[in-house]
């Protein structure tokens, strides 16, 4: 028999499901998955809810259980054989044990389900990146997100064909308790477990769990990058193109950048991916980057025809696939999704998300910080026409960030490939509603991959310097920092659209039109460089938002020392070298 036949017998035997439904990709299939998420009940609410088709065409609402909105990082394991392969950047749990809790849970736990069995690839079919997966699970909502998240088809089952080397991704609901709530990754073995959650970044097994996580260990044995990073390029009125990474943590903007519209004419960004790259160096020595998914998973408070007019615009292009709202609030004279931030005026008869009925002045939000829109990539009336290059699309730029409120400046260019690494391994951000945790405390979150390597970050870093040496053309690499506040907790600049103006600078960079100041931490820009025509902002603030504070600083390296410490002698030489320059360049 063949090992997917195999694999799919052993996953009828181990849930004991009611019945199979093999997904093959086509349009008749999107309608009969619909059809029963709009017939089913689980966990006391019809699975999905058809929206008003004339304000948002082809949308469905879900809602989820309340104490299941977000990735659950304290229940998220790396299982390899060796604890120090996983790091202490992972929860780690010894493979068998692993097992034999899976097992345990997953044993008959689709008894009276369906058992979905979803083919998939990530990447173009003709990318040599691209990789073939089969997931099993019992809920059709994720099945659906599946299908718009990634390309499920026969095609995946013919590129297996006898082969037993494809990734198996296992994932039951279970009843959403969170006591038996699991996700286990078993990188070795090119194989998922997760139990008791149908949130997407811990159900939707080809994005963290296999495009970051197994990804970014494959990566490592195989000699490419798996990134938490969104791809654009950027039109310049000259018709040049040049292309950037960014990796933000979750729910720090990503997919704004990546469908940023400039504030100045002649410029245009052209979206390839929101959320996750897969980087590799080309024979002729650039970085490439491609976006394995074909979907968006993106938070929607926020969201509206100002700060992201293009995500407005996906979301009411159904041509393709479709739209899927999850945990807004309901606007139930329209029925329509409805956020925090799409509207200054609250809307009179609101369902909140947890389906009460709201009341304007409750302190609480209406939607969930953390709710969400699942919608197909191919209605993003930017997509670039590169998207469907299989061999990525060549980069000129990195740009790292997170969420402070103080210490890092708007923007600063680092020294050097290395310096940039030594950099990008010690941003820190404020914790966001995107996992459960202690929200708004600072957290290292290096390359915005804290959550998503699967395996040691110190042999990561180690992997960034490698890769650097094989990359001739190396891309600069930036810092940035939206997020920074005054003294009265009011952000200083004002972001969305305006970052544009901080993106033309870095173009300027790249183009070699434009000088820098030289720092304690990097390369400042000089004020006059920024085109800040249109904005007011005061001199004072703009000193502020490129400040650096000694005293910041100071306790901003022991927190990386700390960070560091953690991972012995794992952290590269030439990562202590700079960090070693760095405190002595602040303490002088
Ligand atoms: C996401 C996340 O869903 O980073 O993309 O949490
Ligand atoms: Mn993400």
């Known amino acids: 028999m063949k090992p997917i036949n195999l694999f799919i017998n052993e996953m009828k035997d181990l849930f004991k499901c009611k019945n199979v439904y093999f997904m093959n990709g086509s349009e008749n299939e999107t309608k009969e ?81 369906t058992m979905y069995v979803i083919p998939f690839t990530m990447g173009m079919y003709e990318s040599e990146y691209a990789k073939d997966c089969i997931q099993i699970t019992d809920s059709v909502y994720v099945a659906l997100s599946m299908k718009i998240m990634t390309r499920v088809g026969n095609k995946t089952i013919d590129r297996i064909g006898d082969s037993s080397n494809f990734f198996r991704g296992i994932h039951s609901v279970g009843t959403l308790n969170p006591s038996e709530r699991y996700i286990m990754h078993f990188p070795e073995e090119n194989l998922v477990m997760s139990f008791g959650s149908g949130y997407g970044g811990n159900a939707l097994l080809g994005k963290k769990s296999y495009a970051l996580r197994i990804g970014s260990y494959l990566g490592y044995k195989e000699g490419w990058l798996a990134e938490h990073m969104f791809i654009i390029g950027v039109e310049s009125p000259n018709g040049k193109i040049t292309y950037f990474l960014g990796a933000f943590p979750s729910a720090c903007g990503k997919t704004n950048v990546a469908m940023l519209k400039f504030v100045f004419k002649g410029y245009k960004v052209w979206t390839l991916g929101d959320d996750i790259a897969w980087l590799n160096v080309g024979k002729d020595g650039n970085l490439y980057a491609i976006n394995p998914e074909t979907g968006f998973f993106g938070v929607a408070p926020g969201i509206n025809y100002k700060t992201n007019q293009i995500i407005m615009e996906t979301l009411k292009n159904n041509k393709f696939l479709p739209t899927l709202f999850t945990n807004t609030a309901i606007d139930n004279d329209n029925n329509v999704p409805w956020w925090e931030g799409l509207s200054d005026k609250i809307p009179l008869n609101l369902t909140d998300w947890k389906g009460e009925k709201y009341f304007k002045d409750s302190n609480k939000t209406a939607a969930h910080p953390n709710s969400r829109f699942t919608v197909s990539i191919y209605n993003c009336p930017t997509l670039s026409k590169e998207y469907y290059n299989p061999k990525g699309v060549p980069i000129s730029g990195i740009i790292f960030g997170g969420r402070r409120k103080d210490t890092i400046p708007l923007v600063f260019e680092t020294n ?103 720092s304690e931490i990097g390369l400042l820009p000089n004020i006059l460089d920024l085109n800040l025509d249109g904005l007011e902002i005061g001199k004072n603030i703009l000193e502020k938002l490129f400040s650096i504070d000694r005293q910041s600083w100071i306790k901003e390296i022991s927190m990386i020392e700390e960070f560091y410490s953690k991972f012995g002698n794992k952290i590269p030489k030439e990562l202590q070298a700079n960090l070693l320059k760095l405190k002595n360049k602040i303490q002088n």
């Open 33 to 113: 998955l619909l059809d029963i998420a709009q017939r089913s009940v689980f966990d006391d609410k019809v699975i999905l809810k058809k929206l008003n088709h004339n304000e948002y065409p082809n949308s469905y609402y879900h809602r989820s259980n309340i104490n299941d909105v977000a990735r659950t990082e304290h229940l998220t394991y790396v299982c390899t054989k060796n604890i120090e392969q996983a790091g202490p950047n992972n929860n780690w749990m010894e493979p068998n044990e692993a097992k034999k809790k899976m097992l345990k849970l997953f044993s008959n736990s689709m008894n009276n389900r």
């Open 416 to 518: 050097d490939w290395n310096n940039g690494v030594f950099m990008a391994s010690t941003v820190g951000s404020e914790i966001t509603a995107a996992s459960s945790g202690d929200i708004g405390n600072v957290r290292r979150d290096p390359m915005a991959m804290l959550p998503f390597c699967g395996y040691n970050m110190g042999d990561y870093f180690q992997h960034w310097l490698n890769i650097g040496n094989k990359i001739k053309n190396k891309p600069k690499i930036f810092i940035v920092n939206w997020f920074r506040k005054d003294e009265n907790g009011k952000h200083m600049w004002p972001g969305f659209g305006d970052n544009s103006r901080i993106i033309k600078w870095m173009i300027d960079r790249i183009d070699g039109n434009v000088d820098v100041k030289k």
